[in-house]
């Protein structure tokens, strides 16, 4: 008797965890499906960055490129676009 009463007692108990189960069973798809849209696409703020570490990279070997003349007494390369200066 005491083992069917723990039994039963204990159902709400396991309900409670199956339901989660199944709450995360239902909505593993959805946050998968989210997750590769945001791997698949490049925010605004991303492409930005990766613009001006272009911008930089740029900059940093013009920059050598000039040194290096100056050093060799030639003239100077052209900047590579208007943020060098």
């Known amino acids: 008797m005491r083992i069917c009463f723990l039994a039963v007692a204990a159902l709400p108990l396991l309900s409670g965890c199956i339901v989660e189960r199944a709450v995360d069973v239902v909505t593993l798809?959805?946050?998968?499906?989210?997750?590769?849209?945001?791997?698949?696409?490049?925010?605004?703020?991303?492409?930005?960055?990766?613009?001006?570490?272009?911008?930089?990279k740029a900059c940093e070997q013009w920059e050598d490129a000039v040194r290096d003349a100056r050093r060799d007494d030639r003239d100077p390369p052209p900047p590579p676009n208007g943020a060098c200066t």
């Open 29 to 56: 798809p959805v946050k998968a499906g989210s997750k590769a849209v945001d791997l698949a696409t490049t925010s605004e703020e991303e492409r930005d960055a990766k613009f001006i570490r272009q911008l930089r």
